[in-house]
């Protein structure tokens, strides 16, 4: 190729280090060669002059920066040139009709560089003239930079230099002679793989920081990014922000704040304050006497040293308490708690929680929820609260107390000590409760015997001379059966956890500064010499030696060794059984065949062995914990070993974070934590499996390396590939929505098929930090807003629109979109098509428009519009209103007192948490209202609601409806229809309205009204008040002291059994036709088969006595005299002439039983006549029996009583 001068402005520049290659686009074949750096100004033919200009800046980053690459290397030699070069067109001038020329008009310009380092770039390269061309443009004025040195180099090229510590945004304007408006130019100073230092006050980037403070008291925030900051000496603030940080606080009292994302907190040396904040985080108080709170997430958290209160917030937390006398909380989730030595105070708070005491006298509280308590060695309090509670005191002299539910104290032959004074104080044993029996203890072994010092305590003792086992408070051992015990199979002392090793932080990087180093000078090479052989020596042969011979020792036969057999850990599925091969790891020092022989006894499960030493071992039907079992190998000698299996249950992986990639058409990107991230907590990230059930359509996914290596469907990577950054999606060159499907999985338990989304884009467009007006072009498009108050339009096709900060207003267009409106009180219009629109924090107003669009509001109070097709709209946090259109809809209202609204159509509404308001509207709807005093209308329809926990206020509106108030004092109104009315816990008021109700009042002191129609109406348990309404009712007051009025209509009051509490029927037979009905079950003996039902015969009873009235095969006696109460009852029924040991219903007036209704008539049951051992039951008061009647047979007789 020949060199010649070029009279042109457009070229691409090559610079080799040496020299300057200027290739004209348009003359094929020619360059001009220079001596000069990029970025000059250099002479060209004619007086004119040619710009090299610096190369284009990247576009400002969509998360974190990315190392530049690698430029690449010049040609070594030039391409050949054609023959002959053609000379350029001459340009023509732009203002032929000798107008003034237009203004030329300077655009903002963004720039990157790196910390320390200079950069050059040419500010005019992207600044227009309107309407004309061929007019030159050139700087007139331009600021200084606060943050750094500005040098203006000519023809629009400015170098820059920042100071030596600065990081961050720095810019300065420009104006253009004859121009405009000023630009600005944006300089981003990136701290890449540097650390920063920062003294006092100060910040990180929005990109992965490394911090490094001062010995003085620091404030340190790291903002996004997955930052490392070290506080070095004094007491330090250290804020990880956003992403995954690690905070290492070091010497002094130190407060550290992790904030968003799974982040690692570890105080060092003193008192430390540690707040993990929001995330699955890991904490460690370190030395000192230190608080450590993890906040949100399933937390892991490490006290340390010292006297440490520690909280593992909300979520399922694995906490350690580790040395010193600590304060541990395991607040809501279920929570395993490590207490370790001396004296904790442990309260696992709400959920199913795991707590141990470990060494020291230690005080636990379970807390609601059903609780594992174990005291391990010391004198222990353990009190397991409300729940059904599992409590084992361990060694020591411990005080164990149930609290609420059906609770299991544990004993074992270890349990207790030779004085009375060593044995387990169970506080309140109630029916209900058993006591355990492990470690081979039987019921057959105990010696149960009432205290000779406290008559009201019940002593347990292992056989009658042995050691005293535990002492029931207030129990009478008359009372203890066989049935107040459990076998506990196994064993059940937890197998110690290591005190976690606390982690050393690694040096903080020390900042240098790269000192240059000259190129070598290339030196000649010497001229290679020829070297001179040598004769070769001449060889002698050797004379060989004949070797005395020795005689060999006689061999001793070695003693035969038996097989060496190794301890296997199995894990299994939490539902299911197991095969593995225990001679995998065994070994014969002789090398002979192993055989499995056997295995020992198992616990909770069977064992069967097949060939080859595989064991196939099998779970009882429902457990789900730890086994053990021993077995036994033998080698070809007849030698055996033994060893043990440990068998876990697995614990499936969990997929924290699937939000998907963004990628150009023909282009690369990496798979990266960000964008998908499994944890498992007995699994390291090589062993959390992605197994591919469908391969993207649109490009390949593959695994990076010196030769990529696809991944199709039944193909899979690991979490550990995604974290080394060797997953990355290889686009085509075509535009749309695109994805994977995949199981995750550790090869033992599976999650459900999830899907990870692709979008390629044909464009990415940028804004700025301004207001920004941008439209897209019809193509698919990345539209980023970044700052400002911003309008970004999709005009078709799939859009990816991100509004970043400020409030903007995003419209999709055609397509099926993705709408993100970030930071800011955003407007979001999907318009046509399917969109996801994402409010994102900020009080915002999402319309999905036409299309099945998914709507999020996320933080703030959110305004969520669904349009008319079937959509899924989600508040999230704060008070939302969330409005359906007429499809079937899904609205969750999430946290905060949200108003939803469901419209047409066959909706489901969760109000979740708060005191939500929700209008279900017109079709078959599903309420639940979630946590929270919630006020739901199910409009008309047949539809379903549940109040959830919570004093909710439900109305069922028209239609047959299903409501179910929960836990609460509940106000429920059925409206018109057939309905079915649960009241659940609480104190509950129900009205059943127009219709055919069937009510269930649940536990409480509820009040209930039937209403119009035939209600079947059960107070359940508590002391209820039942009206029957209008109509044919049945009244079942259920366990407790029921009111119960019939009102008008033929009325039926209902026992289940004669223990439910005694009634107050107060309008029998006044307003109607009223009777008994009796459940066989309950009251045996009145039938001859089942489903038959037998007239009852009846007698009044004038005479008492052997001699008196004769009531032999009568089932309802009705007495004309008074009694005291319902013994006399039974002792008169004995004596009673004709007496048998059948079962009768007798009423009697009743003198001093009941306050208020003193001489009232009262019904009631004998379940055997002659037999006054056992008791008789009053059922019901009947106030409204004149007691002063002289023929009672007129009021009530045998026919009032139905057996069914």
């Known amino acids: 190729m020949t060199s010649a001068v070029i009279n042109t402005v457009s070229a691409r520049v090559i610079n080799t280090q040496e020299v300057l290659l200027i290739f004209p686009t348009e003359i094929p074949g020619v360059f001009q060669s220079f001596t000069g750096l990029v970025g000059e100004t250099l002479p060209g033919a004619n007086g004119t002059v040619i710009f090299v200009p610096q190369n284009r800046p990247a576009p400002p980053p969509t998360t974190a920066p990315t190392t530049p690459p690698t430029p690449t290397a010049a040609p070594t030699t030039p391409p050949t040139p054609t023959a002959s070069p053609t000379t350029p067109p001459t340009p023509t001038s732009s203002n032929n009709n000798g107008g003034t020329s237009p203004a030329p008009v300077a655009n903002n310009d963004f720039f990157q560089t790196n910390l320390g380092q200079a950069t050059f770039f ?82 990180g980037t929005e990109t992965s920081d490394y911090i490094t403070g001062s010995s003085g008291n ?196 270890e349990s207790g000590g030779a004085n009375l004074g060593d044995a387990q104080i169970v506080n309140d044993f109630e029916p209900g409760d058993r006591i355990g029996l492990a470690g081979g203890l039987q019921f057959s072994d105990l010696f149960i015997s009432q205290s000779s010092e406290n008559a009201g305590n019940t002593i347990i003792r292992n056989g009658s001379a042995g050691s005293y086992i535990a002492v029931l408070i207030g129990v009478d051992s008359n009372t203890i059966t066989a049935d107040s015990f459990t076998p506990i199979s196994g064993t059940i002392i937890p197998i110690p956890v290591p005190t976690p090793t606390t982690p050393t932080p690694t040096t903080p990087p020390t900042p240098t500064t790269p000192t240059p180093t000259t190129p070598p000078t290339p030196t000649t090479p010497p001229t290679p010499t020829t070297p001179t052989p040598t004769t070769p020596p001449t060889p002698t042969t050797p004379t060989p030696t004949t070797p005395t011979p020795t005689t060999p020792p006689t061999p001793t036969t070695p003693a035969l060794q038996p097989p060496i057999a190794q301890n296997d850990a199995v894990k299994r599925p939490p539902d299911g059984s197991v095969t593995f091969n225990v001679l995998k790891n065994d070994t014969d020092p002789q090398g002979s065949q192993l055989t499995l022989v056997s295995v020992g006894t198992i616990a909770n499960g069977s064992a069967s062995i097949t060939a080859g030493g595989n064991i196939t071992f099998t779970p009882n039907p429902g457990f789900t914990g730890p086994s053990t079992f021993p077995y036994t190998i033998q080698n070809s000698y007849g030698l055996t070993s033994t060893a043990q299996v440990f068998i876990t249950v697995n614990i499936s992986p969990t997929l924290l974070v699937n939000n998907g990639i963004i990628v ?236 939803l609204t469901g419209n047409a159509g066959d909706d489901s509404l969760y109000g979740e948490d708060g005191d939500d308001l929700i209008f279900a ?76 109700d069937s009510i269930f009042a649940g536990d409480g002191l509820d009040t209930v009204f039937g209403g119009i129609g035939n209600d079947l109406v059960f107070g359940d348990e508590g002391n209820d008040t039942l009206f029957g309404g209008e109509d044919d009712d049945t009244l079942a007051g259920g366990g407790g002291a029921d009111s119960l009025i019939g009102n008008l209509g033929n009325n039926s009051y209902y026992y289940l059994a004669p223990t439910e509490g005694v009634d107050v029927i107060t309008e029998f037979n006044v307003n109607g036709d009223d009777r008994f009905l009796f459940n066989s079950l309950g009251f045996p003996g009145f039938t001859t088969a089942e489903g038959t039902v037998v007239p009852l015969q009846g007698i009044i009873v004038s005479n008492l006595g052997s ?28 004596n009673q002439n004709g007496s048998g040991d059948t079962a009768a219903f007798f009423v009697y007036r009743n003198n001093l039983s009941y306050a208020g209704f003193s001489g009232a008539y009262v019904m009631g049951y004998d379940p055997n006549l002659s037999d006054d051992s056992l008791p008789a039951f009053d059922l019901g008061i009947l106030p409204s029996l004149d007691p002063q009647t002289n023929n009672i047979s007129t009021l009530i007789g045998p026919s009032d009583f139905v057996i069914i």
């Open 218 to 413: 620091d404030v340190i925030n790291g903002l996004a990014g997955n930052d490392t900051i070290f506080g070095l000496a004094g007491n330090d603030e250290l804020r990880g922000d956003e992403d995954n940080d690690t905070l290492y606080g070091n010497e002094g009292n130190d407060t550290l704040t992790g904030g968003e994302g799974n982040d690692e907190l570890n105080g060092g040396k003193d008192n430390d304050v540690l707040d993990a904040s929001a995330g699955d985080d890991t904490g460690f108080g370190q030395l000192g006497n230190d608080t450590v709170i993890g906040g949100l997430g399933n937390d892991s958290l490490y006290g340390g040293q010292g006297a440490d209160s520690v909280r593992g917030g909300e979520g399922n937390d694995l906490i350690f308490g580790d040395k010193g006398s600590d304060v541990l909380w395991g607040d809501g989730g279920n929570d395993t708690i490590y207490g370790g030595g001396e004296e904790d105070l442990i309260f696992g708070n709400d959920g199913a929680d795991n707590l141990y005491g470990n060494q020291g006298n230690d005080t636990i509280f379970g807390g609601i929820g059903n609780d594992v308590v174990f005291g391990g060695e010391g004198d222990d309090q353990l009190s397991g609260e409300t729940g059904d509670d599992f409590l084992f005191g361990g060694i020591g002299v411990d005080t164990l107390t149930g609290g609420s539910g059906n609770d299991t104290f544990v004993m074992t032959s």
């Open 122 to 203: 040419n500010v005019l390269e992207n600044d227009t003239v309107k309407g004309g061309s061929g007019t030159s443009i050139t700087v007139n004025q331009f600021s200084s930079t606060a943050n750094g040195t500005l040098v203006f180099n000519g023809g629009g090229i400015f170098t820059y230099t920042p100071d030596p510590k600065f990081f961050g945004v720095d810019s300065f304007s420009y104006t253009v002679t004859n121009g405009t408006a000023p630009a600005q130019v944006f300089i981003e100073v990136l701290a890449g793989n540097q650390p920063i230092i920062i003294e006092g006050i100060g910040k």
């Open 1107 to 1134: 001699g008196g009235d004769n009531i032999s095969n009568k089932q309802v006696i009705i007495f004309q005299d008074t009694f005291d109460n319902v013994q006399a009852v039974n002792a008169a029924l004995k």
């Open 921 to 996: 509207g017109v079709g078959r709807d599903l309420v639940l209202g979630g946590p929270g005093n919630d006020s739901i209308d199910a409009g008309e329809s047949n539809d379903t609601v549940f109040g959830g926990t919570g004093n909710d206020s439900i109305i069922g509106g028209d239609g047959d409806d299903f409501a179910n108030g929960g836990d609460g004092a509940d106000t429920i109104f059925g409206g018109i229809g057939d309905d079915s009315v649960f009241g659940a816990a609480g104190n509950d008021s129900i009205i059943g309205d127009l219709g055919d």
């Open 664 to 899: 150009l058409q023909n282009d690369q990107k990496n798979i990266t934590p960000v964008n998908l991230f499994a944890v498992d907590p007995d699994n390291p990230p090589n062993e959390i499996f992605y197994r591919i059930t469908q391969e993207p359509n649109l490009g390949n996914l593959q695994i990076v390396g010196s030769t990529p290596q696809r991944i199709n469907t039944g193909g899979s990577f690991t979490q550990q590939n995604i974290d080394t950054g060797s997953i990355q999606f290889s686009a085509r060159n075509v535009s749309g929505g695109d994805q994977f499907l995949f199981l995750l999985t550790d090869n033992i338990g599976t999650t459900a098929q999830n899907s990870f989304s692709i979008t390629i884009v044909d464009d990415i467009i940028t804004g700025t930090d301004g207001d920004d007006l941008i439209i897209g072009t019809g193509f698919s498009e990345n539209i980023r807003g970044f700052a400002g108050n911003d309008t970004l339009i999709g005009a078709g096709n799939r859009d990816i629109i991100e509004g970043g900060t400020g409030n903007d207003s995003l419209e999709g267009g055609e397509g099926n979109d993705v709408l993100q409106g970030e930071e800011g009180n955003d407007t979001l219009l999907g318009q046509v098509g399917n969109d996801s629109l994402f409010g994102g924090q900020g009080n915002d107003s999402l319309d999905g428009g036409a299309g099945r669009n998914t709507l999020l509001g996320e933080d703030g109070n959110d305004t969520l519009i669904a349009g008319d097709d079937s959509n899924l709209l989600s508040g999230g946090n704060n008070d939302d209103i969330l409005i359906s259109g007429i499809g079937n809809d899904t609205l969750l209202g999430g946290s905060g007192n949200d108003s």
